[in-house]
């Protein structure tokens, strides 16, 4: 079953609203989740990683006001998509691992994200 | 500048048949390699990795094979299924101290496996 839970799967919206999208951990605590984006037909772009208790990290070119984190509890991540316009309609999709580790990261099914 | 490439868009492959899914890399930092499968508005689910002190991993019908003087992977499934069909990521891993390490991806190669 799955491990990571992400929710909604879908949001339709008007353009100026912010969006929260959640990422749960069901049955292990993430200390790291990260966020990605994806365009049609491209790869997964990494946008932030998050750790439980402490600021995201924001890779280059991502708007940490546009995109907000919050990381407050080992199971959950937060991302806020502020004032969303068009153009930030993508599909988002969140991923959580345990330090340290090789092992294959568990994503979440994301969410599809439509500004109108 | 992309760090990990798949170079081919799509693939389609007769069942039954061996899918051969290729990928590159450039940075030669990278020391761990996955394979991920995607279906359309789900995330990506673990296939199979390799760490770049093998030259081969294999598991079911599922063989990754990792040429590190080329700097390049692959998947090869056999025998392909129908329901093998989807889209399929190659990603890498760098070293680096501290909390879990990120994912590079490929732009992704969709498998089509004709009945």
């Known amino acids: 079953g799955a491990v990571v839970s992400q929710h909604p799967s879908w949001v339709i919206c008007k353009s100026g609203t912010s969006v929260k999208i959640e990422c749960r951990s069901l049955d292990f605590q993430a200390t790291t989740m990260f966020w990605y984006r994806q365009f049609p037909k491209q790869s997964l772009m990494l946008m932030a990683t998050s750790n439980e208790g402490s600021k995201a990290t924001y890779e280059q070119g991502v708007e940490k006001d546009k995109f907000l984190i919050n990381h407050a509890s080992l199971t959950l991540s937060t991302l806020t998509v502020t004032s969303a316009h068009p153009e930030d309609s993508s599909f988002y999709i969140c991923?959580?691992?345990?330090?340290?580790?090789?092992?294959?990261?568990?994503f979440g099914d994301g969410t599809r994200l439509s500004i109108l | 500048d992309q760090q990990v490439k798949q170079n081919s868009p799509s693939l389609s492959v007769q069942e039954g048949r061996i899918s051969i899914l290729n990928c590159d890399y450039t940075n030669s930092m990278f020391d761990y390699f996955l394979w991920y499968k995607k279906y359309p508005a789900e995330g990506p689910t673990f296939l199979i990795s390799?760490?770049?002190?093998?030259d081969k991993n294999e598991d079911g019908r599922f063989t990754v094979f990792l040429n590190k003087s080329a700097k390049h992977l692959s998947l090869h499934i056999v025998p392909s299924q129908p329901g093998d069909s989807a889209v399929y990521f190659c990603a890498a891993i760098e070293p680096r101290s501290g909390s879990a390490r990120q994912l590079t991806f490929g732009s992704g190669t969709q498998l089509t496996v004709l009945p």
């Open positions: 991923s959580a691992t345990s330090p340290g580790s090789n092992q294959p990261q568990h």
């Open positions: 390799i760490s770049s002190i093998k």
